[in-house]
Structure formats: structure tokens, C-alpha cells
């Protein structure tokens, strides 16, 4: 990783990251349910999605780790759509949700 990305994130941030989430996962509330993220469209989920994705697009912008933040603002965008077009009717969105698999 010292080889692809600036030593203090690839020595420090993402190990420190990757430790923090192992702690932290057991503690989340897991959706039995099944339902989608933005299923209930609710105010302070939104907040919470683009806090997050604030802090490690500007985390990752200081650190100049261009290769990570470009596909991370994709994502991070794409991860939005459903929240402002809850219906599904667009073909983007119905792209993105065929989900097939091929092969055995």
C-alpha cells in the first residue's frame, strides 16, 4: 500500500480506519427486515450518509489519495439517487438494480 498511496494514509489512516470499523460493526442495529437504505426517507439518515461521506472525502483530499477519492464521490453520489428518486422509474435506476449474475 506505501508503494500506491502517501505514507501516512496508507501507514496510519486506513489501518486506524480499518481497526475502528472492526470495533464499531457489532454495535449496528442490522436490517432483518431487508429494507432498502432509503426506504423510509428520513431526514437524519440523509444527514448522517452525507456527514460521512464529508468527512472521508476531506480526509482523503488533505491527504491528496486522488486514486481512492474519485471512485469514493461516485459512489457516494450514486448512493444518493435513491433518495431523491424513491420511485425507481428511471433507466439508470433500473440498471443499476437488475443485478443479474451470470455463470454458475
Known amino acids: ?48 450518509y452525507a456527514g460521512a461521506f464529508a468527512v472521508l472525502f476531506v480526509l482523503l483530499a488533505i491527504y491528496n489519495a486522488w486514486t481512492v477519492l474519485v471512485p469514493t464521490a461516485l459512489v457516494g453520489a450514486l448512493g444518493l439517487i435513491p433518495y431523491f428518486n424513491p420511485t425507481g422509474n428511471s433507466r439508470f435506476q433500473k440498471f443499476l438494480g437488475r443485478g443479474r449474475c451470470r455463470g454458475g
Do not use: C, K
Not at 31 to 45: D, K, M, T
Open 1 to 48: 500500500m506505501l508503494h500506491y498511496f502517501p505514507p501516512v494514509l496508507a501507514g496510519v489512516l486506513i489501518p486506524t480506519l480499518v481497526v475502528l470499523a472492526l470495533v464499531v460493526i457489532p454495535y449496528f442495529d442490522v436490517n432483518i427486515e431487508g429494507e432498502p437504505l432509503w426506504a423510509h426517507r428520513s431526514r437524519r439518515r440523509l444527514q448522517i
